[in-house]
Structure formats: C-alpha cells, structure tokens
DNA sequence: GTTGAAAGGTTATTACG
DNA sequence: CGTAATAACCTTTCAAC
C-alpha cells in the first residue's frame, strides 16, 4: 500500500469524478504545478493505485434498460467449483460485476440485460443447467441511485 | 437511445477498457482514421452514451481493504422516506454503489472499509440509528470476481 | 450525411535547474 | 518541486465522397 500524501488524494479524488481534466486543470485545483500533477499521476499509475482509466457508458443508451442483482448459492463450496464459477463470470460480458461473499450466498451478481426474456435465457444458462447452483434470489433494479467505483479520499476514518 | 453503428460498438468496446488509447490507436484498431474516431467520440460524449471518463482507484492501495454488500430493508415503502434514504446514500463517501430494487429487500448497496470497527460505526449511524430501517444484512466480499462499469457491446440478442 | 488529410493550438512528456 | 523545451495529441477546417 502506497502512502500517499494530501495531494496526490486530491489529485485521486479529482481524477475519480473526471479523468480528462488536463495536468494544468488539476494543478490549478490542488495547487501544484501541471508537470508535478503528471509526474503524481504517473507514479499513481505505476503503483497500481490508479488501475485503470475507463469510460462509462449509459447501459440504458445501448438497448440495456434493465439492472440486476442476484445472490448465488452453489450446492457445495468446493475450491475447484468456485473457481469454475468466477471463471464463468468473469467471461461472460454481461456480467458487470460479481462478488464472492460470506454470508447467506455465495456470490453476488450485478449485470444488464436488454429486457426480461433476455435474462430468463441468461438464469437458464447459468443457473439452472448449472448443477452446482442450488439456488438463486435476483433483484430488479428500479433504481441505480448511485452507481460507481470511486472510493473515498478524505484520511477520516471511516 | 442513439442508433450505433458497427464502429461506435468497437469504439465503446475499446474505451470502456482503456480510455486513455489515443484516436491513432482507435483508428487503427477499428479501421478508421483517428479524426474519424474523435469525431465519433465526441458525439457520443455530447449524446450521453458516454456518461463520464474516470480514473479506478483500487480500494486497498488507499486503505479501504474490506468491501461490503448490504441489504436494506426500510419500514414502509413510502416516497418521501425512500429518497431521504436515497439522498444519504449519494451523499455517503464510503457507498460506492445503492440500488433501488424490488425483491425481498429496498436497497442493496456496495461500500468500502478501513476495517471491522469502522463498518460497525458505519451501520450504527445509518442503520440502527435509523429507525426507517427495519433490517439489513452484511455480505462481506472475500473475492471482488469481476468488478467494472463496463456494458457489453456487441449486438447480440443476450 | 460521412470520410481522410493537413493545419494550427493544446496538452503531455522530458530535461534541467 | 518548478520552468522551459520538445514531442505528441487533439481539434478544426476543408475538399471529396
């Protein structure tokens, strides 16, 4: 874990909401120079603080309306059925994100389908002609209130 | 919803990923001219499709290590109640993430922790202080599987 | 409407103090 | 770290499709 001193958490809380702000923008705001904000960053990057800079895109905008949230539970928690399952899930595209979690399920599961039929195809697939999956609970969502990766900057602790 | 062409899906595709490949290296991947692709891009800024370009800050280089998975449950599903806990929510550093859903819980939310205790203070003050709230259940992430934004682009029916 | 190429302005990047 | 030089890139213009 990288130490990192009160600008390059500005500089990370900045590039968090809007990574195409220019070196000279950012140094205006943290109140550094535009070669010392790219040089933080640079090294951010290096560290792996910074994992990757991406673009969001409006699922809604590509025919993907529809949200899901659904809780996994496999029949036996065996290392080699776990893997199996992140392996599924990491190569399939329309799973935007999955946990593995202690608790009442195993994983967790967000992804987007283009209407419900769509995700029916998908439960069967995955789920129901997969044996290791004894049950399943999913959630619509109504409402993406916040939806994000950006991780807190202030050194509070909470 | 804008109607995408082949070379919007790729561009999409490839800037989801990385968006700090330059119009040259689009162009060449995608078989356009990078004025072309900048064009495009610009387009798909100002029409929404892309809704922001964001740096990814892995949570434990910056001390947030622990990542929970919570399910809300509120007392009455009454408006005003619902976007006071909404607003909270969005205006809440530590949550990454909160969906509105319908199923056997209200919300379902991702945040990050520095630690056990913090997590602890953070549901005393939003859960148990909260009297709207009515239950809730802690996932804690042991495997973060496959975690991004990133919606699929191809144009199959899935 | 679109494209590609060439112009100029801006920004990123490196070298040096 | 900052300043300054260079290199790379973005952005617009324009002719052509």
Redesign the pocket.
């Known amino acids: 874990m990288a130490d990192l001193d009160a600008?390059d958490r500005k500089l990370l809380a900045l590039v968090q909401e809007n990574a195409r702000?220019?070196?000279?923008?950012l140094?205006e705001r943290v109140?550094?120079?535009?070669?010392?904000?790219?040089?933080?960053?640079?090294r951010l990057r290096e560290a792996g603080v910074i994992e990757a800079e991406i673009a969001v895109v409006a699922p809604e905008t590509v025919g993907r309306s529809l949200t899901m949230i659904v809780e996994v539970s496999l029949e036996r928690e065996h290392p080699h059925i776990i893997d199996a399952f992140k392996r599924s899930m990491r190569a399939t595209p329309e799973v935007m994100q999955c946990y593995y979690v202690t608790g009442d399920a195993d994983f967790i599961i967000i992804l987007t389908a283009r209407d419900m039929k769509s995700y029916e195809r998908f439960t069967q697939r995955f789920f129901f002609d997969n044996p290791q999956v004894r049950k399943f609970r999913t959630f619509v969502v109504m409402d993406r209130t916040k939806v994000g990766l950006g991780v807190p900057m202030d050194d509070r602790d909470d």
Request: aromatic letters at 6%; hydrophobic letters at 35%.
């Open positions: 600008f702000l220019t070196a000279e923008q140094g109140g550094l120079s535009a070669s010392a904000c790219h040089r933080r960053l640079r």
